[in-house]
Protein backbone atom coordinates (compact mmCIF):
# COMPACT_ATOMS: atom_id res chain seq x y z
CA UNK A 1 0.00 0.00 0.00
CA UNK A 2 0.87 3.53 -0.01
CA UNK A 3 3.47 5.23 2.63
CA UNK A 4 2.71 8.48 3.74
CA UNK A 5 6.32 10.33 5.69
CA UNK A 6 5.81 13.70 7.13
CA UNK A 7 8.67 16.02 8.48
CA UNK A 8 9.43 16.98 11.03
CA UNK A 9 8.03 14.94 13.07
CA UNK A 10 7.69 17.77 16.04
CA UNK A 11 8.24 22.03 15.52
CA UNK A 12 8.47 25.08 18.16
CA UNK A 13 8.40 28.19 16.48
CA UNK A 14 8.41 31.84 18.20
CA UNK A 15 4.85 33.57 17.06
CA UNK A 16 5.86 35.92 13.73
CA UNK A 17 8.40 32.51 12.45
CA UNK A 18 8.05 30.75 9.14
CA UNK A 19 7.74 27.03 9.13
CA UNK A 20 7.43 24.48 6.26
CA UNK A 21 6.08 20.91 6.83
CA UNK A 22 6.70 18.03 4.44
CA UNK A 23 4.97 15.03 3.19
CA UNK A 24 6.63 12.73 0.66
CA UNK A 25 4.25 9.54 -0.49
CA UNK A 26 5.21 6.58 -2.34
CA UNK A 27 3.08 6.29 -4.82
CA UNK A 28 0.70 7.88 -7.08
CA UNK A 29 -2.59 9.84 -5.87
CA UNK A 30 -5.45 11.31 -6.80
CA UNK A 31 -6.41 12.84 -3.50
CA UNK A 32 -4.45 15.11 -1.40
CA UNK A 33 -5.53 16.62 1.70
CA UNK A 34 -3.33 18.83 4.47
CA UNK A 35 -5.38 18.99 7.58
CA UNK A 36 -5.11 20.61 11.50
CA UNK A 37 -6.14 19.12 14.33
CA UNK A 38 -6.75 21.70 16.73
CA UNK A 39 -5.99 20.68 20.47
CA UNK A 40 -9.91 20.06 21.15
CA UNK A 41 -9.70 17.19 18.41
CA UNK A 42 -11.15 18.83 15.46
CA UNK A 43 -9.88 17.94 12.26
CA UNK A 44 -9.70 21.33 10.07
CA UNK A 45 -9.77 20.80 6.00
CA UNK A 46 -6.90 23.27 4.93
CA UNK A 47 -6.27 21.85 1.46
CA UNK A 48 -7.55 19.75 -1.09
CA UNK A 49 -4.41 19.70 -3.38
CA UNK A 50 -3.56 16.59 -5.73
CA UNK A 51 -1.31 18.70 -7.61
CA UNK A 52 -0.51 22.47 -8.09
CA UNK A 53 -0.09 25.19 -5.50
CA UNK A 54 -2.44 27.37 -3.81
CA UNK A 55 -2.99 29.99 -0.86
CA UNK A 56 -5.26 30.78 2.20
CA UNK A 57 -4.34 33.95 4.37
CA UNK A 58 -0.92 32.84 6.00
CA UNK A 59 -0.81 29.23 4.54
CA UNK A 60 0.06 27.71 1.28
CA UNK A 61 0.45 24.38 -0.26
CA UNK A 62 2.25 23.02 -2.73
CA UNK A 63 2.02 19.51 -4.49
CA UNK A 64 4.67 17.89 -6.87
CA UNK A 65 2.81 15.24 -7.87
CA UNK A 66 5.74 13.37 -10.41
CA UNK A 67 8.36 13.89 -7.56
CA UNK A 68 5.40 12.82 -5.13
CA UNK A 69 5.68 15.37 -2.29
CA UNK A 70 3.51 18.10 -1.10
CA UNK A 71 5.20 21.08 1.10
CA UNK A 72 2.78 22.75 3.48
CA UNK A 73 4.16 26.76 4.23
CA UNK A 74 2.60 28.67 7.65
CA UNK A 75 4.20 32.12 7.53
CA UNK A 76 3.50 34.85 10.28
CA UNK A 77 2.85 31.92 12.90
CA UNK A 78 0.46 32.28 15.64
CA UNK A 79 -0.35 30.51 18.44
CA UNK A 80 -3.80 29.07 17.17
CA UNK A 81 -1.65 27.69 14.61
CA UNK A 82 -0.41 24.97 17.39
CA UNK A 83 -1.95 21.37 16.86
CA UNK A 84 -1.22 18.60 14.33
CA UNK A 85 -0.91 18.66 11.14
CA UNK A 86 -1.76 15.91 8.79
CA UNK A 87 -1.10 14.94 5.71
CA UNK A 88 -3.63 12.34 3.99
CA UNK A 89 -3.41 10.59 -0.04
CA UNK A 90 -5.99 8.75 -1.74
CA UNK A 91 -6.38 6.46 -4.92
CA UNK A 92 -9.91 6.81 -5.92
CA UNK A 93 -10.15 2.97 -6.97
CA UNK A 94 -8.51 1.77 -3.86
CA UNK A 95 -11.11 1.01 -1.28
CA UNK A 96 -13.14 3.49 -2.15
CA UNK A 97 -10.44 6.53 -2.18
CA UNK A 98 -9.87 5.99 1.51
CA UNK A 99 -7.09 8.48 2.88
CA UNK A 100 -3.76 7.09 3.95
CA UNK A 101 -2.40 9.63 6.95
CA UNK A 102 0.81 9.97 7.78
CA UNK A 103 1.95 10.04 11.05
CA UNK A 104 1.26 14.31 11.66
CA UNK A 105 3.43 17.36 12.32
CA UNK A 106 2.63 18.47 15.89
CA UNK A 107 3.30 22.39 16.10
CA UNK A 108 3.96 23.99 19.03
CA UNK A 109 3.52 28.11 18.14
CA UNK A 110 4.95 30.13 21.73
CA UNK A 111 3.87 33.73 22.44
CA UNK B 1 -25.40 23.21 5.01
CA UNK B 2 -24.56 21.60 8.39
CA UNK B 3 -21.80 19.68 6.19
CA UNK B 4 -21.03 15.99 8.19
CA UNK B 5 -22.36 15.71 11.90
CA UNK B 6 -22.09 12.95 14.52
CA UNK B 7 -23.58 11.98 17.97
CA UNK B 8 -22.77 11.72 20.44
CA UNK B 9 -19.66 13.58 21.25
CA UNK B 10 -18.71 11.68 23.89
CA UNK B 11 -19.79 8.15 25.64
CA UNK B 12 -18.30 5.99 27.88
CA UNK B 13 -19.32 2.27 27.84
CA UNK B 14 -18.39 -0.91 29.50
CA UNK B 15 -17.04 -3.89 28.48
CA UNK B 16 -19.68 -6.34 26.02
CA UNK B 17 -22.52 -3.48 25.64
CA UNK B 18 -23.33 -2.40 22.71
CA UNK B 19 -23.68 1.10 20.60
CA UNK B 20 -24.44 3.08 17.43
CA UNK B 21 -22.30 5.84 16.33
CA UNK B 22 -24.49 8.19 14.41
CA UNK B 23 -23.27 10.15 11.07
CA UNK B 24 -25.45 12.13 8.80
CA UNK B 25 -24.30 14.36 6.14
CA UNK B 26 -26.50 16.97 3.93
CA UNK B 27 -23.75 17.67 1.35
CA UNK B 28 -25.74 14.62 -1.04
CA UNK B 29 -22.18 12.64 -1.04
CA UNK B 30 -22.13 9.35 -2.49
CA UNK B 31 -19.11 7.90 -0.47
CA UNK B 32 -18.94 7.79 3.14
CA UNK B 33 -16.33 6.58 5.43
CA UNK B 34 -16.15 5.90 9.04
CA UNK B 35 -11.89 6.52 10.56
CA UNK B 36 -10.67 5.86 13.96
CA UNK B 37 -7.86 7.90 15.70
CA UNK B 38 -5.34 6.27 18.53
CA UNK B 39 -4.00 8.59 20.86
CA UNK B 40 -0.61 9.97 18.89
CA UNK B 41 -1.79 8.05 15.20
CA UNK B 42 -3.22 9.36 12.05
CA UNK B 43 -6.60 7.56 11.03
CA UNK B 44 -7.24 4.12 9.73
CA UNK B 45 -9.88 3.31 7.85
CA UNK B 46 -13.02 0.46 9.52
CA UNK B 47 -15.97 0.77 6.94
CA UNK B 48 -16.75 2.69 3.73
CA UNK B 49 -19.81 3.05 1.24
CA UNK B 50 -19.97 4.20 -2.15
CA UNK B 51 -23.90 4.84 -1.96
CA UNK B 52 -26.81 3.70 0.02
CA UNK B 53 -27.02 -0.57 0.08
CA UNK B 54 -23.19 -0.80 -0.66
CA UNK B 55 -20.85 -1.02 2.25
CA UNK B 56 -17.29 -2.62 2.37
CA UNK B 57 -14.80 -3.26 4.85
CA UNK B 58 -11.71 -1.13 5.69
CA UNK B 59 -8.39 -1.53 7.19
CA UNK B 60 -9.67 -2.30 10.56
CA UNK B 61 -13.28 -3.64 10.34
CA UNK B 62 -13.13 -6.22 13.31
CA UNK B 63 -15.77 -5.64 15.73
CA UNK B 64 -17.73 -2.92 14.02
CA UNK B 65 -20.90 -3.36 11.44
CA UNK B 66 -22.42 -0.72 9.28
CA UNK B 67 -25.84 0.00 7.12
CA UNK B 68 -26.18 2.69 4.71
CA UNK B 69 -30.00 2.59 3.68
CA UNK B 70 -30.43 6.60 2.65
CA UNK B 71 -27.50 8.87 1.25
CA UNK B 72 -26.95 10.91 3.72
CA UNK B 73 -26.95 8.54 6.95
CA UNK B 74 -24.41 5.76 7.67
CA UNK B 75 -24.30 4.44 11.44
CA UNK B 76 -21.57 2.74 12.81
CA UNK B 77 -22.27 -0.31 15.44
CA UNK B 78 -20.33 -1.59 18.33
CA UNK B 79 -21.01 -4.89 19.28
CA UNK B 80 -19.47 -6.17 22.69
CA UNK B 81 -17.17 -3.63 23.33
CA UNK B 82 -13.82 -4.24 24.24
CA UNK B 83 -10.91 -1.59 25.62
CA UNK B 84 -9.12 -1.91 22.16
CA UNK B 85 -11.96 0.11 20.90
CA UNK B 86 -11.15 2.69 22.96
CA UNK B 87 -10.58 5.57 19.97
CA UNK B 88 -11.84 8.81 18.81
CA UNK B 89 -14.36 7.66 15.87
CA UNK B 90 -14.32 10.13 12.84
CA UNK B 91 -17.04 10.49 9.89
CA UNK B 92 -16.60 11.46 6.48
CA UNK B 93 -18.11 12.09 3.09
CA UNK B 94 -16.90 12.88 -0.43
CA UNK B 95 -18.36 13.62 -3.52
CA UNK B 96 -16.82 11.52 -7.00
CA UNK B 97 -18.50 14.25 -9.37
CA UNK B 98 -16.56 17.32 -10.44
CA UNK B 99 -13.61 15.96 -10.04
CA UNK B 100 -12.86 16.53 -6.72
CA UNK B 101 -12.46 13.95 -4.38
CA UNK B 102 -12.48 15.99 -1.12
CA UNK B 103 -13.26 14.11 1.73
CA UNK B 104 -15.00 16.52 4.69
CA UNK B 105 -15.04 15.22 8.40
CA UNK B 106 -17.19 15.56 11.36
CA UNK B 107 -16.53 16.19 14.75
CA UNK B 108 -15.76 12.64 16.25
CA UNK B 109 -17.05 10.61 18.97
CA UNK B 110 -14.53 10.33 21.66
CA UNK B 111 -15.02 6.36 23.03
CA UNK B 112 -14.20 4.83 25.87
CA UNK B 113 -14.57 1.09 26.94
CA UNK B 114 -13.52 0.03 30.19
Known amino acids: GIQVEQSPPDLILQEGANSTLRCNFSDSVNNLQWFHQNPWGQLINLFYIPSGTKQNGRLSATTVATERYSLLYISSSQTTDSGVYFC?????????????FGQGTELSVKP | NAGVTQTPKFRILKIGQSMTLQCTQDMNHNYMYWYRQDPGMGLKLIYY???????DKGEVPNGYNVSRSTTEDFPLRLELAAPSQTSVYFC?????????????FGPGTRLTVT
Open chain 2, 49 to 55: SVGAGIT
Open chain 2, 92 to 104: ASSSTSGGSYEQY
Open chain 1, 88 to 100: AVAQIYNQGGKLI
